[in-house]
T-cell receptor
Framework: DAGVTQSPTHLIKTRGQHVTLRCSPI?????VSWYQQVLGQGPQFIFQ???????GRGNFPDRFSARQFPNYSSELNVNALLLGDSALYLC?????????????FGQGTRLTVV | QQPVQSPQAVILREGEDAVINCSSS?????VHWYRQKHGEAPVFLMI?????EQKGHEKISASFNEKKQQSSLYLTASQLSYSGTYFC??????????????FGKGTLLTVNP
């Protein structure tokens, strides 16, 4: 079975631009979470979606938005990019939402803002 | 609030044991442990729930002290493959239908031959 797939793997953007990151969960998984990981730090929670509804939101500005599609894939959008948005963006897939749910991470998208 | 992990880094020789700790200042419902190797995705190790339930790999052991809001990950007879950065993630008791997993800064474990 395919794992969590994210695209693109690497991306370079200019300050002020917009970016869209994509994630396909493991087949049968209905929940997708997004995390931002800055070098040397742990992943920081951005959003969780379950059955196309937002179920959790971290402390990120409104420039960050996401959505989940009927096939459970998800997009993370970031507007008006700042240099500080440079990070590894991880997507995690799980069968359901809520506590005690094992999450499987994708390889991530490395975003560099110049 | 972000959980605090200790130590920040540890170096072992193959076969030695290590303990990684994770503590939180808020009441916890669950603690999740992941290992991340350089350039790779985090890999699930274990979930510990309030009340004593655990889910995870048989070769990994951990504890969750609900009174102290602390969890410890026990790595015994370490192997070279255990090298990586270990993260704990915590869920608070007030989650309700809202989900939020907060990760610590990680503990870098290096196992040498």
């Amino acid at each position: 079975d395919a794992g969590v797939t994210q695209s693109p793997t690497h991306l370079i953007k200019t300050r002020g631009q917009h970016v869209t990151l994509r994630c396909s969960p493991i087949s049968g998984h209905k929940s997708v979470s997004w995390y931002q990981q800055v070098l040397g730090q742990g992943p920081q929670f951005i959003f969780q979606y379950y059955e196309k509804e937002e179920r959790g939101r971290g402390n990120f500005p409104d420039r960050f938005s996401a959505r989940q599609f009927p096939n459970y894939s998800s997009e993370l959008n970031v507007n008006a990019l700042l240099l500080g948005d440079s990070a590894l963006y991880l997507c995690a897939s799980s069968f359901m939402t809520g506590v005690a749910t094992e999450a499987f991470f994708g390889q991530g998208t490395r975003l560099t803002v110049v | 609030q972000q959980p605090v992990q200790s130590p920040q880094a540890v170096i072992l020789r193959e076969g030695e044991d290590a303990v990684i700790n994770c503590s939180s200042s808020k009441a916890l419902y669950s603690v999740h442990w992941y290992r991340q190797k350089h350039g790779e995705a985090p890999v699930f190790l274990m979930i510990l729930l309030k009340g004593g339930e655990q889910k995870g790999h048989e070769k990994i052991s951990a504890s969750f002290n609900e009174k102290k809001q602390q969890s410890s990950l026990y790595l015994t007879a370490s192997q070279l493959s255990y090298s990586g950065t270990y993260f704990c993630g915590t869920e608070g008791v007030s989650g309700g239908s809202n989900y939020k997993l907060t990760f610590g800064k990680g503990t870098l474990l290096t196992v040498n031959p």
